[in-house]
């Protein structure tokens, strides 16, 4: 590296290395895919895309709030350009919750999401725009710091630095780049494709199992070819579905009894709902899986779902935009507010207000803030009239 790079580098500034410069040297292609199961292939199953698609929009749904540490106590700032952001729209072409959503989803179907993070004139945040990982190739400085390589489509690249982007990782192996869980699980996941699609097969084939045409003495091997050519373009199919054999020359058919029930493709089909859900930690009945549900576990499914799967991506989140949207040691943080999703149930909210307001530990206006309520006016005095004036003397 030559003096005045090192010189630069010193106080922040990094070089935009490019393809041909040697200082640089490019990560893993295709990195956060499972073998063989791209992240689009794997949205086909069900419970992939309804686990995302829970996670990826509760945290789009919450609302995004910025506060100042003053000290101890922290203070909302109202005016800050990320709460506009939120409030109008990361750029012109995406709102707030489509941004948090298409963030999220890509993190959590390819390990990895990324955000160019676009700055005015005069360095202060102006707009946000999402990248998909399929049109990003990482790069390694020689400084160690990572800049992405970003594909526009039409044939154009540009790069951009670490600064310049958020980058939102799933659990790393290097440190660097995110792998999704559907690649670290990756035999799981095949086998609930498989499940899946031996049972589009079935029915595909009318869900009628195979049998067997018993033909008195020998045939050659272009007479098994055709007869079986023409049984399946007769036969086979669901739009074919209990059509009428017609058998000759003393051939007759014997079916194979073959349920779905007795190949467990319904039990192996339900069970895959349960390991994608785990590798996803979404309570099964928060997608719609109430096989083994009961009214007291769907009541704690929410609260489980907030606590253990929501609020780390959201810790994630805040942490990312300290990281890259703030300035470094600066006052300044976002918080995603679950409250929504941890208050439990109104009665045990209320009881738990009560015994707040009795220990003096809230007052009313603290509660009605928690409630997302506007504080109760003050009631102005009655006015001292004549007869109330206390005579002298």
Known sequence: MRLADRILSSFGYEKRADATDPSWAALAPGIGYPAGLSARHAENMSAVLACTTAIATALAYVPALVYRREGDARVEVAGHPLVRLTRAGVNEAMTWPEFVEHLVASTLLTGNGLAEIIRAGNGQLSGLRYIPWGMVTVAELASGRLAYD?????GNMRRLLAGEVIHLRDRTDDGKIGLSRLSRAADAVNAVDLANRHARTFLANGAAPSGVIEVPGAMTQDQRTNLRNAFQGRHGGADKAGSTLVLDGGMTWRGVSLSPEDSELLETRKFGI???????????????????????NAAQAGLWFATFCLAPWARKIEAEFARSVFPTNGPYELELDLSGFLRGDPETRWQAHEIALRNNVLDANEVRQIEGWNPRAETPAPPVTDQEVPANG
């Open 274 to 296: 349960i390991e994608i859900c785990r590798l996803f930690q979404v309570p099964p009945p928060i997608v719609q899986a109430y096989e083994n549900n009961t009214f007291t």
């Open 150 to 154: 970003v594909n526009d489509g039409r």
